[in-house]
């Protein structure tokens, strides 16, 4: 493995076979009464089943444990529109989670198309392959309209999961950290450095749990979203209050809560000095943080802080999430994933990094103890017991909303 970091990621990805995933088939193809039964004529059963009743490709194919993971690569990580065609090494890393954190087959798929109309048809079309559409790094406010299109249009879950995914991880460890605080969130002042997809989808949520939209600051690249400003689109507007702060630093006077969606270091710390006592912190660009864990914590000894990263406490993660969240919603054949079951996703992640930690946790971290306080508001990756917790929370969600269809 190479030392220089841009190498090791290079030939990871090449060696020893280019890519990180493949197609692999789940029957015996030995003989040939297996290539009879795989293909003609055998093949022709199943497609008869199916056309005299759709609901037959669950039980023929693959179709009910298969996600495409689908974009058109204007928004590759924190490196932006760099095209469909960059984004497949994500897309084929997304894959690779869904199938080791849940066991869920991927199809990554990688659309050329800007044009917001063209993208959703490109996915109605395909539709019927698949059991559910993960959209992944779709720029806003495009993201917004596709989603709702789409929702609206295949009776399959659809979940973007910068948006939501995002938000769902970020409420579970905030309502851990509220209560290590001391703090409600009803009352609590939030500030969001970001007003993006992330950050509107978990201002969203927040509201749903409880928070007061006049004790939300959203603030993007030109300041505060307030009501005087005439830049706003749709999705921005709903956040725009009557307040005379402009900046990020004014929001932050005595705020309770930074969550930060943006970019590197646009916290300082006499911005974190200004706070209210017992602040929380959620600095999420990554890889650099909008404040780092050392500056803030010699800034300030009163906070909870969580970041994105992994070689810090506190990681907000979104395969946290996403896969279970997926697996739940499969295993029961949702039609969509609503609000219930992304709620039901918050509080399955917030009560298990309350529960005692097994010790194959502490070995697989090397760590001699791990309990909930301010360096454990969210369960950890390697976590075994998510898949159960999660996806067995969201199925029942599913079933107690009406959507799932077995």
């Known amino acids: 493995m190479a030392t220089d970091p841009i190498k090791a990621a290079l030939d990871y990805h090449n060696f020893p076979i280019p890519g990180k995933i493949s197609v692999v088939p789940t029957k015996a193809t030995v003989t040939q009464e297996d290539l ?36 058109n690569g204007t928004a590759i990580l924190g490196l932006g529109n760099l095209g469909a065609l ?15 954190l849940a066991d ?43 989603e709702e299109t789409l929702r609206k249009q295949i009776a399959i879950p659809v979940f973007h999961d910068d948006q939501h995914g995002t938000a769902i991880v970020v409420a579970a460890g905030l309502l851990n950290a509220l209560e290590l605080q001391s703090k409600d969130l009803r009352e609590a002042r939030i500030v969001f450095a970001g ?47 009557q307040t005379t702060k402009r900046s990020l630093a004014d929001a932050l006077l005595d705020a309770d809560i930074f969550i930060g969606l943006s970019g590197p270091d646009v916290m300082t710390p006499a911005m974190l000095t ?38 810090y406490p506190n990681q907000v993660n979104n395969a946290l999430c996403f896969p279970y969240i997926f697996r739940g919603a499969l295993d029961v054949r949702a039609s969509c994933i609503n609000e219930t079951m992304k709620l039901a996703a918050v509080y399955a992640l917030r009560d298990l990094a309350r529960e005692p930690v097994p010790n194959e946790m502490l070995v697989a971290y090397k760590r001699s103890q791990l309990a909930f306080g301010p360096d454990y508001i969210l ?19 599913a079933i107690a909303s009406g959507v799932a269809r077995v």
């Open 36 to 71: 009879a039964l795989c293909y003609t004529p055998g093949v022709a059963e199943p497609v008869k089943e199916i056309a005299k009743d759709p609901n037959a490709a669950y039980r023929y194919t693959s179709k009910g444990n298969l996600i495409a993971v689908i974009t």
């Open 86 to 100: 960059a984004s497949k090494p994500v897309m084929e890393g997304k894959g690779v989670l869904f199938k080791i």
């Open 104 to 146: 869920i087959d991927v199809f990554d798929i990688e659309v050329d198309c800007h044009d917001i109309q063209g993208f959703i048809d490109t996915v109605i079309r395909i539709s019927p392959t698949f059991g559910g559409i993960n959209l992944e790094d779709i720029k806003a406010p495009e993201c917004f309209v596709i």
């Open 195 to 241: 007003a993006g997809a992330a950050g509107v989808a978990t201002a969203k949520l927040l509201m749903e749990l409880g928070a007061q939209p006049e004790n939300i600051y959203m603030v993007d690249r030109t300041g505060v979203i307030h009501r005087d400003r005439k830049d706003l689109n749709e999705y921005k507007q709903a956040f725009a209050i």
């Open 274 to 311: 200004s706070m209210a006592n017992k602040p929380i912190i959620f600095a999420l660009s990554n890889p650099v943080p909008e404040i780092m864990p050392e500056l803030a914590r010699q800034t300030r000894q009163d906070l909870i802080i969580a970041t994105g990263r992994s070689d």
């Open 379 to 397: 369960p950890m990756l390697l976590d075994k017991r998510l898949k159960a917790h999660v996806a067995e929370a969201v199925a029942k969600a």
